[in-house]
């Protein structure tokens, strides 16, 4: 079955920076749109960035835009999100997710979603 296992969270001091990852198995994962999303207590799921099958086509959200940078490493089944100059507004527990047909444009949504990670916890501290 699919799996998608997130690692990299942790505590950091607003400024600062951290690598999450997303390993996947399961799949054929080189042909899968996958996505972050975060979900911070008593808030609605949001989409953080997106990454086309290929990795050739990334999209973020206005309010990472510049400072984070999602990538793929097709070859080692793994999902990556670069995260720069944190702010506490930040802390959430981040998903990585994918979608459920090969070959599709990422989407922004998380219904567009099917296969979902447990989560890892960021914490920004001011």
């Known amino acids: 079955q699919v799996q998608l296992v997130e690692s990299g969270g942790g505590l950091v001091q607003a400024g600062g920076s951290l690598r999450l990852s997303c390993a996947a198995s399961?799949?054929?994962?080189?042909?899968?749109?996958m996505g972050w999303f975060r979900q911070a207590p008593a808030k609605e799921r949001e989409f953080v960035a997106a990454?086309?099958?290929?990795?050739?086509?990334?999209y973020n959200a206005d309010s990472v835009k510049g400072r984070f940078t999602i990538s793929r490493d097709n070859g080692k089944n793994t999902m990556y999100l670069q995260m720069n100059s944190l702010k506490p507004e930040d802390t959430a527990v981040y998903y990585c997710?994918?979608?459920?047909?090969?070959?599709?444009?990422?989407?922004?949504?998380?219904?567009?979603?099917?296969?979902w990670g447990q989560g890892t916890q960021v914490t920004v501290s001011s």
């Open positions: 990454v086309s099958w290929s990795g050739a086509s990334t």
């Open positions: 399961g799949l054929t994962f080189s042909r899968y749109a």
């Open positions: 997710a994918t979608r459920k047909a090969m070959y599709t444009n990422y989407g922004r949504q998380a219904a567009e979603y099917y296969y």
